[in-house]
């Protein structure tokens, strides 16, 4: 009989409990309306503006420079001769050269008609033609070595300081001055890796330079490096 007291006095405490705990206070809660906006995930980076094209101009060969045909900061456009260096040794070989083109022409030509009337041998009008193309080879040879003490604009550009005076003697490697096209700007950049997976050719990108603080620039990205950092 002492248990089944005990156990009924129990039943009752679970009674009482949870008639106390059945009413609870309400609770505060913050409504809005459902709209629809657009979402971004946006990432900032420090980059490197620099021109898409740009190259440091240089001689090739060891020579004294006779004109120069720029002026600093000057815009030029794609072939502009630039600097130009004594090509006067190079001018005489041309012209010797050139006469025995000439002649070697000639000799073919009189040579394929003495062929066409069997006046002379078909062995006879290849060692001409040879002498021809050898000509022709020795033209080209002085002609690119000309082309070579002549400076010119590998594009569309601006020049930078000129770095070199008339009657020096530019040497190979030596900085005449930079061309950069700035028709259009490269930003290098580097991001975080958790954001490789959302990168793709196309997306479009806002940046801001220090020296224009009131201007945002716009341009998508064109390249991704294939390597990872």
Known sequence: MKFF????MCFSLVIISTQVTSNPKPTAVFVAEVERVFFVDEM???GTLQAAENVNLTSAVTERLTKINFNDNQRVKKGYVLVEMDISEET???AEESSRYDEA???VERVRALVQRSSASESTLDERERELNTAKARLAAIESRINQKRIKAPFDGVVGIRNISVGALAQPGMLITTIDDDSQMKLDFSVPEVFLSSLKIGLNIEAKASAYPNRVFTGTVTSIDSRID
Do not use: I, V
């Open 92 to 94: 005489a070989e041309l």
């Open 5 to 8: 007291a005990l156990t009924l």
């Open 44 to 46: 900032e980076a420090l």
């Open 105 to 107: 022409k000639s000799q």
